[in-house]
């Protein structure tokens, strides 16, 4: 789909991914309008944009209340906003089909109440579970997620689909690897920093030594993947897979941290996890996607895990100090 899309509503603007995309579109010459609730976003991240004419926050909560009328006049949806703690579920059953699952059908039906065409959501490689096949490409099964939060994001996207052919919308579900850079809000890397900060001489890990090995990926490359992506859909739907090229162990995160922090002799605290060294029930241990089909629409990743996260960690510091 030509990404002609002059207004645009965006989910979860103030947040990590949110706030890069709301960057990204302004400068592109979109008008945004960004409904958060800022349950985890931070008013600091959009702030530069609050003077801009053509960028307007509505704080609104898309679980409890009616925002169709935010969607008067746009072209497309950047569905972001959700409750992106994987662990969390394993405690709450409820989360995240409230924020996830109930929240992107509360999204489709104002879409289709005010006739708005496109959607681009923020999906997950967690989708996949446990994955036999890797690097994991879009078009692996069967799909047995291992987290409620994978679940919710695999009923997001069937959802998605059922709309797009039902109601004749268009769509692309992009399932990223773990997201990295400034603004984090959560994740590894976001986890090391902070503690770090709080004990410069020993770190907490969850997990068994060397811990899982995934694959990170730079907000960057996120962002311009969901533009590229967007800009080719074919057909009604398409999922589309981002991340980076290779995957790095917990080890070595916390090695770059340290370096990165200027720390050295840590002591290393492995909590040993659960289920033979996850770091938490829902952990996947072993994840990198194949990313092929988004490289032949004319996607390259700028980063590889170990630089994402090198130049992820530098950025936290430098905000935090
Ligand atoms: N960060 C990653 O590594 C990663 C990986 C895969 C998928 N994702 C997905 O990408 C999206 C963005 O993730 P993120 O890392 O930027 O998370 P984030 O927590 O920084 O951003 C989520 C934003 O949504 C807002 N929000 C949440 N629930 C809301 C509600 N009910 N109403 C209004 N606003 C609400 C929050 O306040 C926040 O600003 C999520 O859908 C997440 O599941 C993230």
Same mark, same amino acid.
């Given at each position: 789909m030509k990404m002609k899309d002059n207004r645009v509503l965006l989910t979860g603007g103030a947040g990590f991914i949110g706030s890069h995309l709301a960057d990204k579109l302004i400068e592109m010459g979109k008008s945004v309008v960004c409904i958060d609730n800022f349950s985890s976003g931070n008013m600091e991240y959009i702030d530069h944009l609050m003077?801009? $004419? *053509?960028f307007t926050l509505i704080r609104a909560d898309l679980f409890k209340? /009616?925002?169709? %009328?935010?969607?008067? /006049? &746009? /072209? &497309?949806?950047?569905?972001?906003?959700?409750?992106?703690? #994987? *662990?969390?579920g394993a405690d709450d059953t409820r989360i995240h089909l409230n924020q996830n699952v109930t929240v992107t059908h509360n999204v489709l039906e104002a879409m289709r109440k005010k006739d708005v065409e496109g959607i681009l959501f923020t999906s =997950?490689? =967690? +989708?996949?579970?446990?994955?036999?096949?890797? $690097? =994991?490409?879009? /078009?692996?099964?069967p799909l047995e997620p291992i987290s409620l939060y994978g679940s919710s994001k695999l009923a997001c996207d069937a959802l998605i689909s059922a709309y797009c052919h039902t109601f004749g919308m268009k769509a692309t579900s992009f399932r990223f690897a773990n997201v990295v850079g400034p603004r984090s809000t959560h994740g590894v890397t976001y986890d090391f920093v902070h503690k770090l900060r709080k004990d410069p001489q020993s770190l907490e890990i969850l997990?068994? %030594?060397?811990?899982t090995q995934k694959s990170y990926c730079h907000i960057d490359d996120c962002v311009s993947g969901m533009i590229i992506g967007w800009g080719s859909l074919e057909g009604r739907f398409e999922a589309f897979n981002i991340g980076s090229d290779d995957s790095i162990f917990v080890k070595q995160i916390a090695d770059i941290v340290c370096e990165e922090m200027d720390l050295e002799n840590v002591k290393y605290l492995w909590t040993?996890? #659960?289920?033979?060294? *996850?770091?938490? *029930?829902?952990? +996947?241990?072993t994840m990198l996607l194949a990313s092929d089909l988004l490289k032949g629409r004319g996607w390259s990743p700028l980063y590889n895990s170990e630089d994402a996260i090198r130049e992820a960690a530098r950025c936290m510091v430098q905000e935090i100090s």
């Open positions: 003077s801009n $004419p *053509r209340e /009616d925002f169709t %009328e935010a969607l008067r /006049d &746009c /072209d &497309c949806v950047f569905h972001v906003a959700a409750n992106p703690d #994987v *662990r969390l =997950t490689s =967690t +989708v996949y579970g446990e994955a036999s096949v890797i $690097p =994991t490409p879009e /078009d692996y099964g997990g068994k %030594e060397p811990g040993g996890g #659960v289920d033979d060294g *996850r770091g938490w *029930r829902g952990d +996947v241990r």
